[in-house]
Nanobody, 126 residues
Framework: VQLTESGGGLVQAGGSLRLSCVAS????????MGWYRQIPGKQRELVAD???????TIVSSVKGRFTISEDKAKNTLYLQMDSLTPEDTGIYYCHVNAGYDDWIGSEKVYSTYVAWGRGTQITVSS
């Protein structure tokens, strides 16, 4: 699976941005798609994700401000970000957990892997 993000940029505090992530390749192997971010000086963290069945997880720090959604027909994941603050400044990455059935000898196994986009910079000015 390959991921291409877009929609980053510079915005004033209180403003909005929408990120997009287009997935290509082995789409049928995707289990979960989501967004991570790396804020300066901190480790990369989950922002929100959505499973193949539609279950959504959003971290508390952005709940009520960020919305994750998908358009399966376009193989695209979105992150609508409202009421942005300078603390949201960072690089936002699209992420996929994926897997496929495989065989080891006569044993059927489920092989998993992850994929990352290159990231898109979000800068929120005060």
């Amino acid at each position: 699976v390959q991921l291409t993000e877009s929609g980053g940029g510079l915005v004033q505090a209180g403003g909005s941005l929408r990120l997009s992530c287009v997935a290509s390749g082995s789409i049928s192997e995707i289990d979960t798609m989501g967004w991570y971010r790396q804020i300066p000086g901190k480790q990369r963290e989950l922002v929100a994700d959505i499973t193949k069945s539609g279950r959504v997880t959003i971290v508390s720090s952005v709940k009520g401000r960020f919305t994750i959604s998908e358009d399966k027909a376009k193989n695209t994941l979105y992150l609508q970000m409202d009421s942005l603050t300078p603390e949201d400044t960072g690089i936002y990455y699209c992420h996929v957990n994926a897997g496929y059935d495989d065989w080891i000898g006569s044993e059927k196994v489920y092989s998993t892997y992850v994929a990352w986009g290159r990231g898109t910079q979000i800068t929120v000015s005060s």
